[in-house]
Every structure is written in C-alpha cells, then in structure tokens.
C-alpha cells in the first residue's frame, strides 16, 4: 500500500448508507441530481448512489442462444463530488454532536440530527 491510499483509508468517511446525497461536481451536477447511497468504498473514498453517475455496460450472453445487451448501471463516485442533503435547509456539511457513545451526526447550517 502507498503512502496516498494510506492516508485516504486513515480519512473519516462522514456519510452512511441510506443518506440522501446531491451531486455539487461532475456529469450530473444540477437537473436531477439527487439521490441516496447504496454502498461506500472507505478504502478508496467513493459512493454509489441510486440513479447517480448512470454508465453503460457491455454484457456478455451468459448461455448459448442468448444475446448480449447493453445496461445501464451505477457507477462509483468519489465523496468530494457530492455533499448529504438536511431535510430542513439542503445541502450542508456533517458535524458532530455529544459525549463519547452518544456522538450523533448534525447539519451544520440548522443543527438538526441528520
């Protein structure tokens, strides 16, 4: 392991699976750009989100007598792209609230629990 994947492994990933994300750089920014996560990659730092970073992809017939077709999958975004969405006032970073167990994720801009 190189001293960069290193440092992005000992980096705290603020979002969880389920949190509803808006894409603020790359293909999808803007439009429909909403979307919840799926899975996270803490390793490499990088999300997949439902309907988000839509790529095709070649697939191969899996039997005989059976064609190949061309899907629509998501793909994995990196963290940077895409900030989680308050439910009261939007797009917001993630802070923390509360002593040692009970530490609970917070919106920034209202302090509600995310």
């Known amino acids: 392991m ?3 994947a290193k440092n992005a492994v000992d980096q705290k990933v603020k979002l969880a699976k ?3 994300v808006r894409v603020i750089a790359g293909k999808d920014r803007g ?3 909403e ?3 799926i899975k996270i990659d803490r390793a490499r730092r990088r ?3 439902e309907g988000l970073n839509i790529v095709k992809k070649a697939k191969k017939p ?3 007598g059976e064609q190949g077709e061309i899907i629509e999958v998501e793909a994995y975004m ?3 792209n895409v900030m989680i969405v308050c439910s009261g006032c939007g797009p917001t970073r993630v ?3 509360g002593e040692g167990r009970k530490k609970e994720r917070i919106c920034r801009k209202c302090g509600k629990a995310l």
Do not use: T, V
């Open 2 to 4: 190189n001293a960069n």
């Open 18 to 20: 389920g949190d509803l």
């Open 31 to 33: 439009g429909k750009s």
């Open 35 to 37: 979307g919840r996560i």
């Open 47 to 49: 999300i997949m989100a």
């Open 62 to 64: 899996q039997r005989e």
């Open 78 to 80: 990196d963290i940077s």
């Open 95 to 97: 802070g923390y609230k």
